[in-house]
């Protein structure tokens, strides 16, 4: 089966930077995609690890390891807006179809 | 105007009655899904269509069933709803192909009394 492990809540100070790390378990891999949800609202992409490496968008980098079935989303320059619950999420085929499996979410706390 | 529009956007019901979520877009995307939020379990999957006659069960479907109108079209069915459906649900959709992207709606809240 399917399995994504995720810290539950981190908290840092504005300004820094902080790793949220996803560990993963399943078979027919394709890739790593990391979503922001504010209370009350909607998830949002933020980015795709397809290979192994890094990906940067502005603030926002995702890492990727595939062979240790590894990835992190490292926010940069934290802002008090970047207090939000962030979920990995593997894309993988099962059954014949390719379809994504959410992690239970880090919910970060952006401090003064 | 927004790409993915589901309603009501929030509805209580009482245990037993139908209640039916309904899920457009204007993207233009073949795949659409239903997911189910609780706290602290994230984004659990109900049920994900490929196309118009492609309807596939995701991983808590038992006490739920969907429809495919159309290509933009994608609703959610409690036959008979109970209390431990009260939950947050959104409908998603994507591209396809490569595309991992999955656009979400502003969700429903449900609560079932």
């Known amino acids: 089966g399917q399995s994504l492990e995720q810290p539950s809540e981190v908290t840092a100070v504005e300004g820094a930077i902080v790793q949220i790390n996803c560990t993963y378990q399943?078979?027919?891999?394709?890739?790593l995609s990391w979503y922001q949800q504010h209370d009350g609202g909607a998830p949002t992409f933020l980015s795709y690890?397809?290979?192994?490496g890094l990906e940067e968008t502005g603030r926002f980098s995702s890492f990727l390891s595939r062979s240790d079935s590894y990835g992190y989303l490292l926010l940069q320059e934290l802002q008090m807006k970047d207090s939000a619950s962030y979920f990995c999420?593997?894309?993988?085929?099962?059954?014949?179809?390719?379809?994504?499996?959410f992690g239970t979410g880090t919910k970060l706390q952006v401090i003064p | 105007d927004a790409d993915v529009t589901q309603t009501p956007r929030n509805r209580i019901t009482k245990t037993g009655k139908r209640i039916m979520l309904e899920c457009s877009q204007t993207?233009?995307?073949?795949?659409m899904y239903w997911y189910r939020q609780d706290p602290g379990l994230g984004l659990r999957l109900i049920y994900y269509?490929?196309?118009?006659?492609?309807?596939n069960k995701g991983e808590i479907s038992d006490g739920y069933s969907v429809s495919r109108q159309a290509q933009a079209k994608f609703s959610l069915s409690l036959e008979s709803a109970i209390p431990n459906q009260t939950a947050l649900y959104f409908c998603?959709?994507?591209?396809?192909?490569?595309?991992?992207?999955?656009?979400f709606g502003p969700g429903t809240r449900l609560t079932v009394t």
């Open positions: 399943t078979s027919g891999f394709y890739g």
């Open positions: 690890n397809g290979l192994d």
């Open positions: 998603a959709t994507s591209p396809g192909g490569t595309s991992s992207e999955q656009y």
């Open positions: 999420a593997v894309r993988d085929r099962v059954g014949g179809y390719q379809k994504v499996t």
């Open positions: 269509s490929f196309d118009v006659k492609d309807i």
């Open positions: 993207k233009g995307h073949d795949r």
